[in-house]
């Protein structure tokens, strides 16, 4: 079961939502201020290289297909 990373419209505020289908996605809200205006925002990652050095920290998110 995933963890969405979610931002509220109305109150600017970023939350995490386990989200167990498309469905319950739609019934999504936000913690503080309960409105249903939220979006479900693009989640960054990483990945060590080869070498076994560590990977660099991830960069700035940005808008892809509706997403924040």
């Known amino acids: 079961m995933p963890i ?4 509220c419209s109305k109150c ?3 939350f995490e939502a386990l989200v ?3 469905d319950e996605e739609k019934s999504v809200q936000c913690p ?5 205006e939220v979006m479900r925002m ?3 990652f990483s990945t060590a290289p080869a070498t ?3 990977a660099s920290a991830c960069g700035p998110r940005s808008s892809a297909g509706g997403f924040k």
């Open 12 to 14: 600017k505020c970023e």
């Open 4 to 7: 969405y990373e979610y931002y």
């Open 32 to 36: 503080h201020c309960h409105s249903g």
């Open 52 to 54: 076994g050095s560590s």
């Open 20 to 22: 167990r289908n498309r």
């Open 42 to 44: 693009m989640s960054c």
